[in-house]
């Protein structure tokens, strides 16, 4: 076990006696007991945000006294996972917004995410890999074939097989990130293809799957905005946040106040973050 720094003993009944109420913090962002889709954001606003982006929307360094990064992203991991331990400062044990299941699973799928993220990078700007010619990159395939897998057996290989699905179960990735339902359709679409055109399962006019717009036009029925059908609040946001140098919290404040709207800090980042690759690249 790590032995900890005083300096880092001393932070710690901040740390715990702040993550409750960062706790409160988030069900009132995210209208806890008033949206029935509340757990689903939750997770997916952790997903799509660091530790320390979440301090940040929820200005915890400020409001709580924080005095550093350190600090104010550890209370927001405390947030998630609680404090159970009964021979360590048991005076503020707490349950926390996720299990600990959940929110390694999180650690995990943020793990991948990152890993996605840093090879978009790479081939952007043709780096490693992504800088090689075709030629390069078949030699090394090559090479690295006859240096790995050539020198397997069919024994080994079958186990390497068994591995690799494995790590994608855990890691919930390929088709161990669909749901049940996702799976069935998926299965029940592949039968149906054999006798239909992909393009009968497309709306001609709109160019956007029907199953797709079915689900659009519940929303709107049940009165949810559509952030991707308005895409010019999100490039609003992106010029907010990254052109002016505002605060998320401070982006949507400006966002609420200009179209008599009531949302979260964490629905607006939510809304930039899930829907910025839509958003039209700009001239140069």
């Not at 997916?44 to 600090?71: C, F, H, P, Q, W």
């Not at 008599?260 to 001239?283: C, I």
Request: glycine share 10%; hydrophobic share 30%.
């Amino acid at each position: 076990m790590t032995e900890l720094t005083p300096k880092q003993l001393k932070a710690i009944p901040l740390v715990l006696a702040t993550a409750p109420k960062i706790q409160k913090d988030l069900k009132e962002e995210l209208g806890y007991e008033k949206n029935i889709f509340f757990n689903l954001d939750l997770f997916e606003y952790r997903i799509n945000n660091s530790r320390l982006d979440i301090a940040e929307d929820l200005d915890v360094k400020s409001l709580y006294g924080l005095t550093t990064d350190d600090v104010a992203r550890t209370s927001v991991g405390r947030a998630f996972r609680g404090h159970h331990n009964e021979d360590f400062k048991p005076e503020y044990q707490f349950e926390g917004l996720f299990s600990e299941e959940m929110n390694d699973m999180i650690e995990k799928i943020r793990d991948v995410k990152s890993g996605q993220e840093g090879g978009r990078i790479s081939r952007d700007l043709g780096l490693g890999y992504h800088g090689r010619t075709a030629e390069e990159r078949a030699e090394h395939g090559r090479k690295g074939y006859a240096n790995g897998l050539a020198n397997l057996t069919s024994e080994e290989l079958s186990e390497h097989a068994r591995k690799s699905g494995r790590i994608s179960r855990d890691l919930g990735v390929g088709i161990h990130a669909q749901t049940l339902e996702e799976k069935a359709e998926l299965g029940r679409k592949g039968g149906l293809i054999g006798g239909r055109k992909v393009a009968d399962m497309i709306n001609p006019e709109t160019g956007v799957r029907y199953v797709v717009e079915a689900s659009r036009k519940a929303n709107e029925a049940r009165g949810a905005f559509s952030w991707r059908d308005n895409l010019e609040y999100v490039l609003e946001i992106g010029e907010l946040k990254y052109e002016k140098g505002l605060t998320w919290k401070e982006t949507t404040t400006v966002m609420n106040e200009k179209y008599d709207k009531d949302w979260a800090t964490a629905t607006v980042r939510m809304a930039y973050q899930s829907n910025k690759d839509l958003l039209p690249d700009e001239e140069e």
